[in-house]
């Protein structure tokens, strides 16, 4: 369910979006910066909720309800870049600098 969640909300499978971001063994979340989990987590909460309120109970209908769910976070990462001009999928890692060593960075 994770790779069509992914795949509707990201355009990426997780294993293209490790991919992307040049990750190898690494858990591709500790390497996604704030928005990327917060669309990811907006996917897997929409999942949640469509799949119990239709009563999904086999693979098809869970499936089916990650794709919807997927697609919410989807629809609302194509509105964020819209509107701020900026892509939110990024090949940025943690892998060479930790992350709160580049938040320090961007504020100088």
Do not use: W
Request: net charge positive.
């Amino acid at each position: 369910m994770t790779a069509e969640i992914s795949k509707a909300a990201f355009g990426l499978t997780p294993g293209e979006y490790k991919q992307h971001k040049g990750l190898k063994h690494q858990n591709l979340r500790d390497h996604m910066n704030d928005l990327e989990l917060i669309f990811t987590m907006l996917g897997e909460a929409s999942t949640t909720r469509i799949a119990r309120n239709k009563n999904a109970t086999c693979f098809t209908e869970n499936k089916d309800a990650a794709k919807e769910g997927g697609t919410v976070a989807g629809v609302a990462r194509k509105e964020l870049e819209k509107r701020s001009g900026e892509k939110i999928v990024s090949r940025e890692n943690y892998i060479d600098a930790p992350e709160r060593r580049k938040r320090l960075e961007c504020r100088k």
